[in-house]
């Protein structure tokens, strides 16, 4: 079967998510692949269909104020990491997922990772890409600078925000009929500009990489760092300091590929994932 786009009223919020369903599923939780800034999605349908191919339900929603997603007002949401956990919890509850195994990448990413320390008992098993995970781990200036008041008004509304951040994080050229679909939030509503703008001001990084390190230590399913070695924001280095001091976690580093793998290079993701999807725990 094709990837299936399709929209979840939870409440007051309309989530839109892509998800893949084989027809003849493997006997394993289903996949929650969760983007990060400035993606969607949409950067996961390559992963989406091989997951499928090998039986694997999988499901990729845009955060809410991302994508195809509900972008409300500030005073409706507020943009912060407990505001997209609890949005989060509720997507999942409204689909009937009482267990996942969690697939998270990038800033924005990291609230995953924070629902999975929360809710431990849902989670079978964490995959993290390319995500902030330490307190040293700063948001780069390419990012930091879309929430600072006027130059971040400005230029959330500009639809090329788009291509220099995906294309900063790499290295790599996004082909232009991706990039169409990457930038058309932002082409059709003022909303979705407005939205980036309130998610990059509330990220508080600072505490949640915290909160993540800390929980870290204490995770008890099997555990994936997937990290591309040509990230300029989040170095490899980093990330295999960190797997150090952790137990039970298995590290993968990908040669030539940037801040965002799963469009830099979707089949070594998806090679390294199904791998770890398939492996007993």
Not at 131 to 141: A, E, F, G, M, V
Not at 246 to 266: F, K
Request: aromatic share 10%; net charge negative; hydrophobic share 40%.
């Amino acid at each position: 079967m094709a990837v299936q786009e399709k929209n979840a009223e939870v409440g007051k919020l309309t989530w839109f998510y892509r998800e893949a369903e084989p027809d003849s599923p493997r006997d394993k939780p289903p996949v929650l692949l969760l983007h990060g800034l400035v993606a969607q999605s949409y950067s996961w349908r390559e992963v989406l269909k091989a997951l499928e191919d090998q039986g694997f339900r999988a499901i990729a929603p845009d955060w809410i104020g991302s994508g195809f997603s509900i972008k409300p007002d500030r005073r409706d949401f507020a943009y912060t990491p407990d505001a997209f956990i609890s949005a989060l919890d509720d997507f999942l509850n409204s689909l009937n997922l009482s267990q996942i195994s969690l697939v998270a990448q990038g800033f924005l990413g990291s609230v995953g990772v924070q629902y999975a320390l929360r809710h431990p008992e849902r989670v079978d098993r964490l995959a993290i890409l390319n995500t902030p995970l330490q307190s040293t781990d700063k948001l780069p200036w390419k990012m930091k600078q879309l929430g600072v008041p006027l130059m971040g008004d400005m230029m959330t509304q500009d639809p090329l925000l788009v291509d220099r951040t995906l294309e900063g994080g790499g290295g790599y050229r996004v082909e232009d009929a991706d990039l169409d679909v990457y930038r058309r939030p932002f082409l059709k509503s003022s909303d979705a500009g407005r939205a980036l703008f309130a998610t990059v001001q509330n990220l508080k990084l600072k505490d949640v990489t915290a909160e993540i390190e800390a929980g870290l230590a204490q995770w008890k399913q099997p555990l994936l760092l997937g990290w591309g070695d040509r990230d300029p924001w989040l170095p490899v280095a980093q990330a295999k300091a960190l797997a150090q001091r952790l137990s039970g976690v298995d590290l993968v580093t990908w040669e030539e590929v940037g801040h965002y793998p799963q469009e830099d290079w979707p089949e070594k993701v998806s090679e390294t994932l199904i791998n770890f999807l398939r492996r007993q725990a």
